[in-house]
């Protein structure tokens, strides 16, 4: 069975603080990923997508970057948090043939004070 | 860019009863799914439709590509029914770009 964990659950940073967020995908072979960002109070929208290792393409720009450095991890980082990066943030992932069902995470909830 | 207007924003119902919740697309989009909300604030999947009609359970689905809604048909609501069910719909592009409706709370009352 397929299962996704994301870390940490939960983070409180500081403004201008460096960010990592891990996701990873066990019992699937070269899934789609995805980086998904909800502020609070509004809708979820995709940051990022990824089809295969060591590639991502960015859908949104909010300062933030991602990485896919192996088959199953997709890394969600930044160097300098902002206020607005706070907000729920959620990683998913489909089959590889594209067009198919998308599968969430638990998610990360961060803070930015 | 792809909007999707989710209605209604809240809905009420008695234990028993049934009604329906709605996506309406500005614009075509190749695939809908549905999602509640679990208590962490991710999502379950209910449904991916590319086309017609699923039913699981006490939930129906549609989805009609062409006249651009999809719809989600709760019967016989139940009290853990109650939550926050969301439709994301699929637009045009490689991306696997889910655009999402805004959500609607639902609450079933005894």
């Known amino acids: 069975a397929q299962t996704i964990h994301q870390w940490p659950v939960a983070e409180i940073k500081a403004v201008g603080s460096p960010l990592s967020l891990g996701c990873t995908i066990k019992g699937k072979s070269s899934p789609n990923l995805y980086w998904y960002w909800q502020a609070t109070g509004g809708t979820l929208q995709q940051l990022f997508y990824s089809i295969t290792v060591g590639q991502v393409e960015s859908v949104v720009q909010l300062n933030l970057s991602a990485s896919r450095p192996k088959d199953d991890q997709f890394i969600l980082s930044t160097e300098k948090l902002l206020l607005s990066h706070s907000g729920f943030y959620l990683c998913a992932w489909s089959l590889p043939r594209g067009q198919d069902t998308q599968y969430f995470g638990p998610g990360t909830r961060l803070l930015v004070l | 860019g792809d909007q999707v207007e989710q209605s209604p924003s809240a809905l009420s119902l008695h234990e028993g009863t049934g009604s329906a919740l709605r996506c309406n697309f500005t614009t075509t989009m190749r695939a809908v799914q549905w999602f509640r909300k679990n208590s962490r604030g991710s999502l379950i999947n209910l449904f991916y439709?590319?086309?017609g009609t699923k039913e699981n359970g006490r939930l129906k689905s549609a989805f009609d590509s062409k006249e651009r809604y999809s719809t989600l048909h709760i019967r016989d609501a139940q009290l853990e029914d109650s939550g926050t069910y969301f439709c994301?719909?699929?637009?045009?592009?490689?991306?696997?770009?889910?655009?999402f409706g805004d959500g609607t709370v639902l609450t079933v009352k005894p």
């Open positions: 994301a719909a699929e637009g045009g592009t490689n991306t696997g770009k889910l655009t």
């Open positions: 439709l590319a086309s």
